[in-house]
Nanobody, 120 residues
Framework: VQLQASGGGLVQAGGSLRLSCVAS??????MGWFRQAPGKEREFVAA????????YYADSVKGRFTISRDNAKNTVYLQMNSLKPEDTAVYYC????????????????WGQGTLVTVSS
């Protein structure tokens, strides 16, 4: 599966952004978002089952971020609200054949990343 992420940008703390990830190829697959801040390891943000019926979140984003998908458009979204400076990172979408996982090693396909910068 090929993935193309977009939607990053510069936003003030407390603001919102919506990231999109368009998939091509095999699209009936679980998807997730990860992020990597400068000098830090890549970390799990959220994931969604292929049907959209199950979602998973990192504790750091619960209640602020929402993952969703539109299978008719082969697109997964990450709605990010109440953004904080510590959310600043490159955000990557990824695909996995292992339902319910949050381990980056289980995600076999990755998009190119989109930069989110949150100013204080």
């Amino acid at each position: 599966v090929q993935l193309q992420a977009s939607g990053g940008g510069l936003v003030q703390a407390g603001g919102s952004l919506r990231l999109s990830c368009v998939a091509s190829g095999r699209t009936s697959i679980d998807m997730g978002w990860f992020r990597q801040a400068p000098g830090k390891e890549r970390e799990f943000v959220a994931a969604i089952s292929w049907s959209g019926g199950n979602t998973y979140y990192a504790d750091s984003v619960k209640g602020r971020f929402t993952i969703s998908r539109d299978n008719a458009k082969n697109t997964v979204y990450l709605q990010m609200n109440s953004l904080k400076p510590e959310d600043t990172a490159v955000y990557y979408c990824a695909a996995t054949v292992k339902p319910g996982t949050d381990r980056s090693v289980d995600f076999g396909s990755w998009g190119q990343g989109t930069l989110v910068t949150v100013s204080s």
